[in-house]
T-cell receptor, first 115, second 110 residues
Framework: GAVVSQHPSWVICKSGTSVKIECRSL??????MFWYRQFPKQSLMLMAT?????????EQGVEKDKFLINHASLTLSTLTVTSAHPEDSSFYIC???????????FGPGTRLTVL | DAKTTQPPSMDCAEGRAANLPCNHS???????VYWYRQIHSQGPQYIIH???NNETNEMASLIITEDRKSSTLILPHATLRDTAVYYC???????????FGTGTRLQVTL
């Protein structure tokens, strides 16, 4: 099946720093990727839809200046958490649509801890 | 997309069938029912989907009622590795976003 990877799998950073998370589709080209956030014992919450070559579409309540999304190629989307604070600590998951496939393919997730 | 309602948790003995219900009473005629599951600290995994006919694959069976207002995911022989949160999602097409509800936490026990 299609594979989506994320890097890093976990990261610890100091408050006020920025963190970049990469999402790659390894064996297919993804024109659309999605970014989710999941807090402990809660469900996945969609943050934004990332379209290759255009600006991301953010869900209501998600700060686009804080969560920068870049989808520069058909196999890579990045999420940068700018000026991270402890409340941004969460599990960040990306997914991608493969052309012709019925399901979305999810990455393994990145656990961010902000001290 | 239509909203779904699932029980928060269920238990199932290993080797027995796990039947996970989902209500989607406001589903539209062109909306599919999708099931995903999420094992602890991993990304969600697709299980199965259907429109109005019952479906079966190597992982599970999906039973959709005739009025399409509810469905049941069946894991025929649950194993400990099936312990996960199971999400029922309705969605118009493959390009649209997935909206996750609270899901059902299935605990498979010895």
């Amino acid at each position: 099946g299609a594979v989506v990877s994320q890097h890093p799998s976990w990261v610890i950073c100091k408050s006020g720093t920025s963190v970049k998370i990469e999402c790659r589709s390894l064996d297919f080209q993804a024109t659309t990727m999605f970014w989710y956030r999941q807090f402990p014992k809660q469900s996945l919450m969609l943050m934004a839809t990332s379209n290759e070559g255009s600006k991301a579409t953010y869900e209501q309540g998600v700060e686009k200046d804080k969560f920068l999304i870049n989808h520069a190629s058909l196999t890579l989307s990045t999420l940068t958490v700018t000026s991270a604070h402890p409340e941004d600590s969460s599990f960040y998951i990306c997914s991608a649509n493969r052309p012709g496939a019925i399901e979305q393919f999810f990455g393994p997730g990145t656990r961010l801890t902000v001290l | 997309d239509a909203k779904t309602t699932q029980p928060p948790s269920m238990d199932c003995a290993e080797g027995r069938a796990a039947n996970l219900p989902c209500n989607h009473s406001t589903i539209s005629g062109n909306e599919y029912v999708y099931w995903y599951r999420q094992i602890h600290s991993q990304g969600p995994q697709y299980i199965i989907h259907g429109l109005k006919n019952n479906e079966t694959n190597e992982m599970a069976s999906l039973i959709i009622t005739e009025d399409r207002k509810s469905s049941t995911l069946i894991l025929p022989h649950a194993t400990l590795r099936d312990t996960a949160v199971y999400y029922c999602i309705v969605r118009v097409d493959t390009a649209s976003k997935l909206t996750f509800g609270t899901g059902t936490r299935l605990q498979v026990t010895l």
